[in-house]
C-alpha cells in the first residue's frame, strides 16, 4: 500500500468512524514514555546482576556473620509499608487525572510517607547490623553482598522519595495538574519498580536466603 493510500483511508477513516488500518496508527506511548521504559529496562539488567551476585556467593563464607542474624520480623514491617506505597500513588495518579487536587496531595503524601518510613527502617535495621552483630561491608562475602544489593534498592527508593517530593511542591503550586500529569505518571511508573524489584530481593535475602 502506498503512502498516499495510507493517508486517504486514515482520513477516511477520522471521517467515517471506522479505525485506519495497521501501520498508520501513531504509537501510543510518547517519547517520554518510551524513555522511562527504557531507563527501566536498564535497571531491570542492573539489578538481576547484583541478584545473581548475591545467590552466586551464598553460603560461600568461610566466617560469621551470616544471613541467620537478619531481623524478619522487621522487614516484613517495612515490605508492607513500601507494597502499600504501590496502591496509595495508584490512587493519587487516579485522583490527579480526574483533577481532585487536594486528595492527589493527600495520596501522594502517603506514599511519600511509606517511602521514608521504608528507609527509616532500612537505617535501623543497618545500624543494628553494624552495631550489635559486626556486619560490615567488608567483613565477609555476605557482608559484601548484601549491603550492595540492600544498599542499591535503597538508593532507588531514596531518588523516587526525592522525586515525589519535587512533584508534590509542584503539584501544590498548580504545575502538575490533569492536563498537566505526565512527569507525576513515570514517577508512579517508577516507583511501581522499585516496588517490584524489592519483592525480589526479600524474597532472595530474607526467606530463600536464610
Given at each position: 500500500m502506498s503512502d498516499t493510500m495510507a493517508a486517504n483511508l486514515a482520513a477516511a477513516g477520522a471521517q467515517g468512524g471506522f479505525a485506519p488500518?495497521?501501520?498508520?496508527?501513531?504509537?501510543?506511548?510518547?517519547p517520554q514514555q518510551w524513555g522511562m521504559l527504557g531507563f527501566l529496562l536498564s535497571e531491570v539488567a542492573f539489578f538481576s546482576t547484583l541478584i545473581t551476585a548475591y545467590v552466586a556467593f551464598m553460603g560461600q563464607d568461610q566466617s560469621g556473620p551470616t544471613p541467620a542474624i537478619l531481623s524478619l520480623r522487621l522487614v516484613i514491617g517495612t515490605t508492607i509499608c513500601l507494597l502499600s506505597s504501590s496502591g496509595t500513588i495508584h490512587v493519587a495518579e487516579k485522583r490527579l487525572r480526574e483533577g481532585a487536587r487536594s486528595q492527589f496531595l493527600l495520596w501522594w503524601s502517603a506514599t511519600i510517607a511509606l517511602g521514608v518510613i521504608f528507609l527509616a527502617g532500612t537505617a535501623y535495621e543497618w545500624h543494628e547490623l553494624i552495631t550489635e552483630r559486626g556486619l560490615t561491608i567488608s567483613r565477609n562475602l555476605f557482608g559484601t553482598t548484601y549491603y550492595t544489593l540492600v544498599g542499591f534498592?535503597?538508593?532507588?527508593?531514596?531518588?523516587?522519595?526525592l522525586a515525589m517530593s519535587i512533584t508534590l511542591v509542584l503539584a501544590a503550586r498548580g504545575a502538575v495538574n490533569a492536563r498537566n500529569h505526565a512527569g507525576a505518571q513515570l514517577v508512579a511508573w517508577y516507583w511501581h519498580f522499585v516496588d517490584a524489584v524489592w519483592i525480589v530481593v526479600f524474597t532472595v535475602v530474607y526467606l530463600v536466603g536464610r
Amino acid at each position: 500500500m502506498s503512502d498516499t493510500m495510507a493517508a486517504n483511508l486514515a482520513a477516511a477513516g477520522a471521517q467515517g468512524g471506522f479505525a485506519p488500518p495497521l501501520g498508520v496508527h501513531r504509537a501510543n506511548l510518547t517519547p517520554q514514555q518510551w524513555g522511562m521504559l527504557g531507563f527501566l529496562l536498564s535497571e531491570v539488567a542492573f539489578f538481576s546482576t547484583l541478584i545473581t551476585a548475591y545467590v552466586a556467593f551464598m553460603g560461600q563464607d568461610q566466617s560469621g556473620p551470616t544471613p541467620a542474624i537478619l531481623s524478619l520480623r522487621l522487614v516484613i514491617g517495612t515490605t508492607i509499608c513500601l507494597l502499600s506505597s504501590s496502591g496509595t500513588i495508584h490512587v493519587a495518579e487516579k485522583r490527579l487525572r480526574e483533577g481532585a487536587r487536594s486528595q492527589f496531595l493527600l495520596w501522594w503524601s502517603a506514599t511519600i510517607a511509606l517511602g521514608v518510613i521504608f528507609l527509616a527502617g532500612t537505617a535501623y535495621e543497618w545500624h543494628e547490623l553494624i552495631t550489635e552483630r559486626g556486619l560490615t561491608i567488608s567483613r565477609n562475602l555476605f557482608g559484601t553482598t548484601y549491603y550492595t544489593l540492600v544498599g542499591f534498592h535503597a538508593l532507588h527508593v531514596t531518588m523516587g522519595v526525592l522525586a515525589m517530593s519535587i512533584t508534590l511542591v509542584l503539584a501544590a503550586r498548580g504545575a502538575v495538574n490533569a492536563r498537566n500529569h505526565a512527569g507525576a505518571q513515570l514517577v508512579a511508573w517508577y516507583w511501581h519498580f522499585v516496588d517490584a524489584v524489592w519483592i525480589v530481593v526479600f524474597t532472595v535475602v530474607y526467606l530463600v536466603g536464610r
